[in-house]
């Protein structure tokens, strides 16, 4: 009987032996599940990010190219350092760094860096990585080359080489593309989001990237009222609204900064050359107000018929018509340039060459323009316009004469405000009912602009304008 208890509870402890056993494997089976399942976490929100590393991002050179590539380097080289550092820990150096400026001036005298100084560039910067490119015009496209480089043993960790046409650089298609490699060969690990994110475009960024380029482009080619408007356009993104800001304060500054007043032979190079400066910007902004200030929006899509009493002759109203509306663009740029010259004049530190500058261009454009936009605002012409049938044949060619809405001031307003104060106003027409072809369709076009004060005027479908407006 003895042995046969000492039997049963053996035969009991290894059933409870066996069931804690069991019980102990599926905990750790859970608990490796578990565990397999934070790290997968844990992977995607640790992801390396280069956190320790220095990377310089270099201008790309230009070849064989001209005024119409003149911004790209500057586009390049802001577009890769910003996604840089966005998508990374690495501490990237930009334009606005000391030593790479101090190292672009001693390195070359072209202004641009290549492969061969990377060491150099290495010890004068303390970066252990960089970013060399070219970009090289051909008849209808553009070859691009990009390297990042471990300056520490000169092995290239990533390379982007293609072609695109300018469309793929303008819209970011190219950029994407050379972010997308640098960070694959840097192994730079992206989340899911941070893919999405890359996978798309900032337009509102992007176009910012690009105006501010352009305008530094401008700017060294002397083009000052362009760089203006561009500046202007940089603006508008809070990535690039500080640098472009400085760049037009220190364009239009005419305050004597020598390093000794009493200089007078310096002090009078200085106001000779602020003299020509500001009568060039003068004279090229009553240019560019004449060409830019003012978008004809038109639609005559619907037309209203009325027969004449004697059913000899129709009368055609095309509406909603056209209307006049100020470039708010342009307003804020007059605005920037006219406040900055009444600055300036106002100096007493300056009247000894403000004084003699030839504002001829300004009063040519406006008798009020120190007062107000008056000239941007005062202008009326006519417009003229043709009664077009299926075969582009004009049967008859009309005018109306269309003013702008409230005057333009020192207030820039938004551009719908612009749009809105303004009505449309219908365009007419008596035809003969001889003269209209049967079986035909007519249409209503618009020709061209004549007289007024306002030059040049801009041509826009509503369509067009609607499209246009949503970057304003």
């Given amino acids: 009987m003895k042995k046969i208890i000492v039997t049963l509870f053996s035969v009991m402890m290894i059933f409870l032996s066996s069931c804690g056993s069991t019980a102990e494997v599926s905990n750790v089976a859970q608990t490796t599940e578990k565990s397999s399942s934070v790290k997968e976490i844990k992977s995607e929100k640790d992801l390396y990010k280069g956190a320790g590393l220095v990377i310089a991002v270099t201008a790309p050179e230009v070849r064989n190219g001209g005024k119409g590539e003149s911004w790209m380097p500057q586009f390049f080289q802001d577009s890769i350092t910003g996604n840089l550092a966005k998508y990374s820990k690495m501490t990237v150096l930009d334009r606005a760094n000391e030593d790479l400026t101090k190292a672009e001036q001693e390195l070359g005298e072209t202004g641009f860096y290549t492969e061969e100084n990377a060491v150099q560039l290495g010890q004068m910067t303390n970066a252990q990585y960089a970013v060399f490119g070219s970009i090289t015009a051909l008849s209808s496209s553009y070859e691009l080359n990009f390297r990042a480089i ?11 080489n293609d072609r695109a046409g300018s469309k793929e650089i303008e819209d970011g298609t190219t950029v994407r593309a050379i972010i997308t490699e640098l960070l694959d060969g840097l192994g730079i690990g992206l989340s899911e989001k941070e893919k999405a994110q890359l996978a798309k475009t900032d337009k509102k960024s992007l176009n910012a990237t690009k105006s501010l380029a352009k305008g530094a482009a401008a700017e060294k080619a002397d083009n000052l009222i362009e760089a203006l408007a561009f500046y202007a356009e940089a603006q508008k993104d809070s990535s690039t609204s500080k640098e472009a800001r400085i760049s037009m304060s220190k364009m239009l500054d005419g305050s004597f900064s020598g390093s000794d007043i009493s200089d007078l032979k310096a002090k009078a190079k200085y106001g000779e050359e602020q003299k020509e400066k500001w009568e060039k910007i003068l004279k090229d902004l009553a240019g560019y107000v004449a060409k830019n200030n003012v ?19 129709v009368k055609l109203t095309g509406l909603p018509g056209a209307k006049l509306v100020f470039n708010r663009h342009t307003v804020l740029v007059a605005k920037q340039v006219m406040t900055e010259w009444e600055k300036t004049k106002t100096n007493k530190a ?5 004084r003699t500058v030839n504002t001829n261009n300004l009063r040519s454009i406006s008798k009020n323009v120190w007062e107000g936009f008056y000239y941007i605002s005062g202008g009326d012409g006519t417009l003229e316009y043709g009664l077009y049938d299926n075969t582009d044949y004009r049967i008859k060619k009309g005018e109306i004469r269309l003013y702008t809405g409230n005057n333009a001031d020192f207030n820039v307003k938004p551009q719908n405000r612009y749009f809105d104060e303004t009505q449309f106003q219908p365009i007419e027409m008596t035809v003969n009912l001889s003269d209209l072809p049967d079986d035909s369709t007519f249409e209503f076009r618009p020709i061209q602009w004549e007289y007024g ?16 407006a949503k970057d304003q």
């Fill in 350 to 354: 300056n009247e000894y060459w403000t």
């Fill in 453 to 468: 004060s306002l030059g040049n005027v801009t041509f826009m479908t509503l369509e067009e304008y609607n499209e246009w």
């Fill in 295 to 313: 978008i004809l929006v038109y639609d005559f899509s619907n037309i209203k018929t009325e027969l004449s009493s004697d059913n000899k002759s």
């Fill in 150 to 160: 471990d300056i520490t043993t000169n092995e290239i960790k990533a390379a982007y």
